[in-house]
């Protein structure tokens, strides 16, 4: 990987330069996208994403959104401390650190800040994972065997071995393709020291998924899944 910064007005980009992307505003505009007739989807979450493609690659472009009670007082904007401590700027860092240790991770291509006074908004692109689904998607379609929710502990385990505390684990921030698996979304993750943080991680992972099967009796989760994912992660 080769990060590159470039501005353009108030439009901060970091790129990696060994992709073929053009470092642009436009990069980052969904409409843009789908003007051209590439964009492929859009999802909902905290975040808005698109999923884009230039015939060659695919991408997923995330815009910062703020979560809970602050989102709905100040959508998407975020209190200018400098660049470097931009949530895009720490996330784009963070994920290419640990794609270059060979985490499984997406591939980082560009992050974008675009700094108002003393605020800023931003936004990140990745690359898409090929034929991936969220944990969520897929124990809402069917129940998981035992033996992947232990690989799904052992890939976690994989992460807190050397320090990854992730924010935000929960079944939409583990991606499954094929007998591969994914963590995703490092916003406002860092790498720490062994202690407390990593039972947390697992109990906010807990959370998630039992929060899924509350809202519909049709997720395929149990007691006996949660045990298989800890035997799993005791034993990597």
Known sequence: MRPIQTQSGKNHILYDAELPIHAEPALFEPAAWRRRGQLL?????????????????EYVLRHYRRGGLPGRLVRD????TGLERTRAWREWYLTAELYQRGLPVP??????????GLFYRADLMTLRIPQ????AQAVAAAALPADRWQAIGACIRRFHEVGVHHADLNAHNILLAGDDIYLID???????SPGTWEQGN???LLRSLRK??????DIAFSDADWQALLAGYGAS
């Open 41 to 57: 989807g859009t999802a909902r979450g905290r975040g808005e994403t698109a999923f884009v493609g230039d015939g060659t690659h």
């Open 77 to 80: 904007s975020y209190l200018w």
């Open 186 to 192: 490092f916003d406002r993750g860092r790498l720490r």
């Open 132 to 135: 991936a689904r969220s944990l």
């Open 202 to 204: 697992l109990a906010r």
């Open 107 to 116: 591939r980082p291509v560009a992050a974008r800040v675009e700094r108002e």
């Open 212 to 217: 899924l099967y509350n809202e519909s009796l």
